[in-house]
């Protein structure tokens, strides 16, 4: 796919999706890095904790009781096998003890089964719970960031990131109440082993590291290689959508863009399938000589302890348990090592979830801020206003002063690019000025609460979003507190001629949208416009901002459209984007932007006296209609 600019006035800044990654290099996880990595790991059991502490107690509780089992169970068996050995070299005959240890070791079986199926329900739940908690908390986290953090590359890759970690990363908590028990298992089989002979540990030692220094060195280029091709995942599931979209469907079979789309996805997904099977291919050619070394350390102890039964230093029983411990010691200590490679990768992992937790808004309410004004009385004043998105070296708009009047109807004119819909982002503080400010009443925009400045602004965007969910609640998220306000619903819904396009639905007000889900009805654009219109009505706003409310709409649907807007709106600001020279006209002043500068302000009248560019644009368009 060929990288696209985007020249439109929202900014290019975003990294093209099929930029090719900076290299593994970079990306490089060393072990300093890995154990500093380590110390996410209180934060992250803190929010576990927070998540259900009777589950994490119950976990931690049932574990330390699971680790204590395996020593006691080869223990058990080695009193066995020496009492069935001296019972067939005519000892006693009174089997009474035998079978009080055989049904002990049985009532370990079945306790160390129990215990492992209550510990895997407890992760279970354990991780859907948090798995919840944390995409709330994603979700919550967004909410409180910028609109121009959105639409910067790098954020996205830090998101992208740390969505992929809301799933899963009870498999890190598993995976260190895993290490605990383990060690816990190992400490009391390795007190066994050291009162025969503590050479056995060094032995064991010999024999886990080789396999541990290759997993670890595999599991770095895994990472590595997922990290570096972050944005090409994305474009991957990007291309996945547009592929198989009902949204996309119409132009992707037009344009026959199914090819075009598969050879790109081709491209890359196999692309990054080369790398990956690299990596597999290399783990699994070291991983068996590594591992074969391990064995052969493995046997050497086996071998020293068979010969000492041989020779008759210690028991069957003994060699039974030495035999049992030091494989399942050895077996532990790899799972250990192994899960320890594993665990500071997933704690590096987990880093990229606290990232996207760190990035912190720019734009905030004060500490002590200002209320919106109960009544706005001289209205939004520009003075010298500047903007300029990040990344960029082009000004979207410079040198910006005027006023909007309280009250007043004004209307931008401009071509593509010219800066309309970043000066109503700036009116709505979804941006802050690059320079100059922005006045309510004679205060800064910034002085004044966030929220309570845009619970009092209305907004409806050309690129509005079609919620696929009810008609009522697709008109209702202009207020969502007032979801359950049928009334006012339906008041909004007859204001923006929505109404017309619900009594044709099945369902109503309760009529699912879109065909994402069963029984789903797709409206025309014109109707969806009528819809999106609603959500302006449903705020009892100060200042109303549409940006293109009708451009999918017919002449006759235009007019009536803005008679009512313009009745509804009086003694309200209002500010409207729009290329339809009928719509503007209709506006007290009309504002030319022309490259991000103000060109010209006035009356329709009074631009066409000018004989400027208004009059010039006007003329052009009536042309059409002759």
């Known amino acids: 796919m060929t990288p696209t600019t985007n020249t439109h006035e929202k900014g290019g800044n975003r990294r093209s999706a099929s930029t090719k990654p900076t290299g593994d290099v970079s990306d490089q996880v060393s072990w300093r890095e890995r154990f500093a990595a ?7 059991f803190r ?40 019972r067939t070299q005519g000892g006693a005959a009174d089997t009474t003890y035998l079978w009080e240890l055989v049904a002990i070791e049985f009532g370990l079986a079945v306790l160390s089964t129990a215990i492992g199926r209550a510990v895997s329900l407890i992760d279970g739940l354990l991780g859907d719970k948090f798995a919840n908690q944390t995409s709330i908390r994603l979700m919550e986290h967004a909410a409180e960031l910028d609109l121009e953090q959105f639409e910067d590359a790098t954020f996205y890759d830090k998101l992208e990131r740390a969505r992929r970690q809301t799933n899963g990363r009870t498999v890190l908590l598993s995976g260190v109440f895993g290490q605990v028990q383990q060690l816990i298992s190992v400490g009391f089989l390795a007190a066994g082993l050291a009162v025969y002979n503590p050479w056995l ?28 091709w972050t944005p090409e995942r994305r474009e991957l599931d990007y291309l996945r959508y547009v592929g198989a979209s009902d949204e996309t469907a119409k132009e992707v079979k037009i344009f026959g863009l199914s090819g075009f789309l598969i050879d790109r996805f081709r491209t890359l997904s196999t692309e990054y399938l080369k790398k990956n099977q690299a990596i597999a291919v290399s783990r699994a050619g070291w991983g068996t000589l590594l591992t074969g070394l391990g064995t052969a350390g493995y046997y050497g102890a086996y071998v020293w302890i068979v010969q000492r039964a041989v ?25 250990i090592l192994l899960q320890f490679s594993s665990l500071t990768q997933e704690a590096v992992y987990l880093q990229d979830l606290f990232d996207y937790f760190a990035i912190q808004p720019l734009i905030h309410s004060p500490k002590t801020a200002l209320p919106f004004p109960a009544q706005v009385r001289s209205g939004f004043t520009f003075e010298n206003v500047g903007f300029k998105y990040a990344n960029s070296d082009r000004w979207a708009l410079r040198g910006l002063s005027f006023t909007l009047q309280a009250g007043e109807k004004l209307a931008l004119v401009g071509e593509n690019g ?7 982002k ?4 979804l941006y802050d000025p690059t320079e100059g400010r922005i006045l309510l009443d004679g205060h800064d925009l910034r002085d004044y609460d966030l929220d309570d400045l845009r619970r009092h602004i209305g907004v409806i965007f050309q690129d509005y979003i079609r919620f696929k969910m009810s008609a009522g609640t697709n008109i209702a998220v202009g207020d969502i507190d007032e979801r359950t306000n049928q009334p006012r619903i339906e008041t909004s819904a007859q204001r923006s001629l929505a109404d017309t396009v619900i009594a044709k639905l099945a369902g109503g007000y309760s009529q699912q949208l879109g065909k994402s889900f069963n029984q789903g009805v797709e409206l025309s654009g014109g109707e969806w416009q009528k819809v999106a219109l609603g959500r302006a009505y449903m705020r009892d706003a100060q200042l109303i901002i549409l940006d293109e409310p009708t451009a999918a709409l017919d002449a006759r ?16 600001s209002s500010v409207i984007i729009s290329h339809r020279f009928s719509t503007v006209r209709m506006a007290d002043r009309i504002l030319v932007l022309e490259n991000g500068q103000l060109l010209e302000i006035g009356s329709h009248e009074a631009l066409l006296a000018q004989k400027g560019r208004y009059a010039e644009l006007f003329t052009l368009q009536a042309r059409g209609y002759q």
């Open 426 to 429: 700036l009116l709505a503080r």
């Open 201 to 228: 540990l060094l032995l064991i030692a010999v024999a886990v590291t080789p396999s541990f220094i290759g997993d670890n060195y595999f599991n770095r280029k895994s990472y590595s290689l997922s990290r570096s």
């Open 557 to 572: 649907a235009e007019y009536e459209v803005f008679q009512r807007f313009n009745a509804l709106t009086e003694g309200k």
């Open 418 to 424: 010219a800066g309309k819909t970043t000066l109503v």
């Open 38 to 44: 380590l110390g996410n790991l209180p934060t992250f």
């Open 311 to 335: 020779t008759g230093q210690i028991s069957l029983g003994d060699l039974t348990f030495l035999a049992g411990s030091f494989r399942q010691v050895r077996s532990s200590l790899e799972g």
């Open 47 to 86: 929010l576990v904790w927070a998540t259900s502490p009777p589950l994490f107690l119950a976990d931690a509780l049932l574990r330390l009781v699971q680790a204590a089992i395996p020593a006691a169970t080869l223990y058990v068996g080695k009193l066995i096998i020496d009492q069935v050995v001296s």
